[in-house]
């Protein structure tokens, strides 16, 4: 929670700007954002792994074992991140399913914000929508109120999740994030936690306690309908 009180403003900006307009969908939502980012914590992707972690998570496809051996953690040496991105997120498989066409796009377009954000295309994607240069400037991606920002437009743009929400329909919504059912049970956890808070309110309580009194929250009392 301390996160979300602590960007209470973005928050309460990008619920209006995506629709997240109803407890459930709310709750949804940070259940899944709260889970892909280690609870709030993680906003690059860590790709510290094991020889063995490597071909658990990206498979053969993605990865010889050979090459797992080589750049994963070992006790000999560390992993190394930056060829490990380039291998996974590179070649035919990067190219055809991240857009990654140039060399060292896997690194330089690795999972970041809230939501994991990965591959020149879906960079290039949000660039287009918000006009942040996240191409040039990949690493603003990992900025809070852009991660957030980029949060909502995978949650709302990219994959029309609010309507899946309103079913309850944790497991289609987490397969459309995640790829799979990953940790499946934490996020009905979270999403259990969220659904019975009143998030909203939460938020709205404290922006108000941050900005009055002051002009500041006139404006974004009018913005956010922070009074009703």
Avoid: C
């Avoid at 289609?172 to 009143?198: A, M, P, S, W």
């Amino acid at each position: 929670m301390e996160f979300l009180l602590t960007n209470s403003i973005t928050f309460l900006s990008i619920f209006k700007k995506y629709g997240l307009n109803t407890p459930r969908r709310i709750a949804h939502f940070l259940a899944q954002i709260h889970e892909e980012s280690g609870g709030f914590t993680r906003f690059t992707e860590n790709l510290n792994y094991s020889p063995q972690g490597l071909i658990k998570t990206f498979g053969t496809n993605q990865i010889s074992v050979a090459q797992a051996n080589l750049y994963g953690r070992t006790a000999k040496h560390k992993a190394n991140q930056e060829a490990i991105a380039n291998i996974v997120y590179g070649g035919n498989w990067g190219k055809i399913n991240l857009g990654n066409t140039q060399v060292g796009d896997g690194w330089r377009f690795r999972g970041r914000g809230l939501m994991q954000l990965t591959g020149r295309a879906n960079y290039q994607a949000y660039k287009n929508y918000s006009r942040h240069d996240v191409i040039a400037n990949p690493n603003l991606a990992s900025r809070p109120d852009i991660a957030i920002d980029i949060a909502g437009w995978f949650w709302s743009v990219r994959f029309n999740l609010n309507p899946i929400a309103d079913t309850n329909n944790i497991n289609t919504i987490t397969k459309k994030i995640n790829g799979g059912l990953t940790n499946l049970q934490e996020r009905v956890k979270q999403l259990n936690y969220y659904i019975t808070i009143d998030t909203l309110g939460i938020l709205k309580k404290k922006v108000k306690q941050t900005l009055l009194p002051s002009p500041i929250y006139n404006f974004w009392s009018g913005l956010l309908h922070l009074d009703k």
